[in-house]
């Protein structure tokens, strides 16, 4: 690995050894000292009092985790001698995770034993992730630690995760493992999502009537509300609340079209359409059910952040409303953004009246809002700098959107939230979210969209920038996904079922060209069609390891034509693939939701045909097999929401044949 060397310490050449760790993401600082810390029976982690009993509580979870991994048994309950790792606290901290709270640590292992110190029980919590991601396989015992001393901290203190359960009803279960991999990564903010207009997914007592008729009955109840945020703050992941105001609302409107401006809506947005609805800001019922409804969100979740969305989006029925024509006149405001920015006040006026700071988008970038207003850039860098400008303080999504089906290598290469901003403002920037909103067949899908490609942006968001190797992230990125499965996480088992789902017994040959597809970039914001989606589009990881792999011996190759063995390595994987439309002719059209794919598979053999005719080109090659391979290739659009992944590993053979 090639881990940049600004974050490892002096001593880091000369004790070997901290290149090789798999820990993402990477601490602040790492040095590697000699010898290693021996696993030979269940490893026990004792926790000092002061910690208090979230910690007690993570410390077993450590040990049920790693007696999965290891396959050594759960510490009895009076064990007896040293614990494998020892604990501290110096202060018990806060009863619940909190912008700023002390999430730095350090780690020293030696052969004699571990020991994590951390000023505030969050600071152990992260640790303990750490330490567990050490364990590895041993030479000279069972399992071992590698001796090593780790001083570590965030980069960022919102490292979040948006998940939008509005369009696509998440189940509990998977919003708790869902935590448990965030956890992993030390992200510490699940963003939620409640409503929109496909859904209004939170049970309200104070109005039943708006999960009742706007949830197609799948919305999540008081009681697991609850569960959830007691869940999150036992791993220190804070958990922020988003209700969307003033739209999309057609979900409020089906019970409550009084509310809205103009006709109300007797459908939600099943297919992801915008339905343009919104709430009428010149009634000051709005007002009211808001102030009731907002107080009852803010005594379901003890953040102190509030999402009432206000995006600066079109909203049709605003510009069909005479009645808003003749309110904005009334009140001297110019245009829909004038209407928006007054409606904006009024409702931070709410938020703050229940105890809880406004998160908006753009429609916060107005002034004369509370300076503890965070403004969330979903879009533009500009506007990042601009609500900054404003004093306002802000989180960034904008480059980290995991419906885009970007490859991980493209997040890390993102800019961190605020990079490019004057000192000051840069200042004021508390971090970021990875977005998950509609690239979801089904909720089992959750997994592959944000495993382990989530966990690169945790990297960008919690270590310094230095750490910035996109082959080294690859290589960590690969440990991780396989330890993230151990926590309960789906996003490799998923794929095999979802393939045993769509070919049964023939799953096997379905996966030769499912491993080499990826889904299509998809457009911000994503449209959610579900039954698209049902087919090998929602099978496929985000990003191929197996054509990232074949990438990399193409380099090596035109790196070093001579060398041994690599041309013929090569020539072995573009012949598999050749064939693959005869191979799985009669497999894709004898099922339903695989025949579209048909041109997919005949696709990726004429790629596969392409980048074979270049290669015995590269170098010296002649006649006319090379006079075929340099002639310019067509450029298909995506097959059944699919590209051949390979695809640009081929071109670079034929640019190599063309001698350019």
């Not at 965030?182 to 699940?190: Q, S």
């Not at 036992?234 to 019970?255: F, K, M, N, Y």
């Not at 509030?306 to 309110?327: I, M, P």
């Not at 990042?384 to 997040?411: C, K, N, Q, V």
Request: contains cysteine; glycine residues 12%; aromatic residues 6%.
């Amino acid at each position: 690995m090639a881990l940049a060397g600004a974050l490892v310490a002096v001593g880091l050449a000369a004790a070997g050894g901290a290149q090789e760790l798999s820990l993402l993401p990477w601490p602040a600082s790492v040095e590697a000292r000699a010898g290693e810390l021996a696993i030979r029976e269940p490893p026990r982690v004792a926790s000092a009092a002061r910690c208090g009993a979230r910690v007690e509580r993570a410390a077993r979870r450590i040990e049920a985790r790693l007696a999965r991994q290891t396959g050594l048994p759960l510490p009895s309950p009076r064990p007896a001698g040293r614990p494998a790792l020892d604990v501290t606290c110096g202060s018990p901290g806060e009863p619940l995770p909190h912008v700023g709270m002390d999430e730095g640590y350090t780690l020293t292992v030696s052969p004699e034993g571990a020991r994590l110190e951390a000023a505030e029980p969050w600071g152990a919590l992260r640790g303990l992730e750490t330490f567990a991601q050490l364990v590895e396989p041993g030479g000279s015992s069972a399992f071992r630690v590698r001796a090593v001393r780790i001083e570590d901290r965030p980069r960022f203190p919102w490292r979040g995760l948006m998940i939008d359960a509005s369009r696509l009803f998440v189940p509990v279960e998977a919003l708790e493992r869902t935590l448990e991999g965030m956890a992993a990564v030390k992200l510490n903010v699940l963003h939620w999502r409640l409503t929109g207009d496909e859904g209004f997914r939170l049970e309200s007592r104070r109005h039943p009537e708006l999960h009742r008729l706007g949830s197609d009955g799948l919305y999540y109840t008081q009681a697991q509300v609850a569960a959830v945020v007691a869940y999150a703050a036992d791993r220190g992941i804070r958990v922020v609340p988003e209700v969307d105001t003033p739209g999309p609302v057609a979900s409020w409107l089906a019970s409550h079209p009084e509310l809205g401006a103009g006709p109300g809506s007797e459908r939600t947005g099943r297919d992801g359409g915008a339905l343009g609805a919104a709430l009428d800001p010149s009634k000051e019922e709005v007002y009211r059910f808001l102030d009731g409804l907002l107080g009852e969100v803010a005594d379901l979740f003890p953040d102190a952040y509030l999402h009432a969305g206000v995006d600066e989006t079109r909203r049709a029925s605003w510009e069909a409303s005479e009645r808003l024509l003749g309110f904005r006149k009334e009140r001297g405001l110019q245009d829909d953004r004038a209407l928006l920015a007054y409606f904006t006040r009024r409702v931070s006026g709410i938020v703050a009246g229940h105890g809880r700071r406004l998160i908006g988008g753009e429609g916060v970038l107005e002034p004369g809002l509370p300076k503890g207003t965070v403004f969330h850039s979903r879009r533009a860098a500009g506007a990042l700098a601009a609500g900054t400008g404003l004093g306002y303080l802000a989180i960034e999504s904008g480059g980290f959107s995991l419906d885009r089906m970007w490859p991980a290598s493209h997040y890390y290469a993102s800019d961190a939230p605020g990079e490019r901003l004057p000192e000051a403002a840069g200042a004021r920037v508390l971090g970021g979210e990875a977005t998950v909103r509609a690239a979801l067949p089904t909720p089992a899908s959750l997994d592959s969209r944000l495993w382990p490609r989530a966990a690169a942006i945790a990297e960008r968001l919690w270590s310094p920038g230095e750490v910035a190797d996109v082959d080294d992230l690859y290589e960590r990125l690969d440990a991780v996904g396989f330890a993230l499965e151990w926590l309960g996480l789906e996003h490799r088992s998923g794929y095999e079922r979802a393939l045993q789902r769509l070919a049964g017994r023939q799953h096997e040959a379905l996966r030769t060209l499912a491993d080499v597809v990826e889904p299509a970039e998809a457009p911000e914001p994503p449209s959610l069609a579900p039954q698209a989606l049902l087919g090998l589009a929602g099978a496929v990881p985000p990003e191929s390891g197996v054509a990232r792999a074949f990438g990399r011996q193409v380099e090596a190759l035109l790196a070093d034509p001579g060398r041994p063995g690599a041309r013929d390595a090569i020539r072995a994987r573009l012949r598999e693939w050749q064939g693959l439309d005869n191979r799985l002719l009669p497999l894709l059209e004898s099922r339903e939701l695989l025949r579209e794919c048909v041109p997919l598979a005949a696709e990726a053999s004429a790629v596969a045909a392409r980048g074979l005719a270049a290669l015995e080109c590269v170098g010296e090659g002649k006649g006319e097999s090379c006079r075929r391979a340099r002639a310019p290739g067509r450029e298909p659009g995506p097959v059944c929401g699919l590209v051949v992944a390979y695809r640009p590993a081929v071109e670079r053979l034929v640019e190599a044949a063309a001698g350019r």
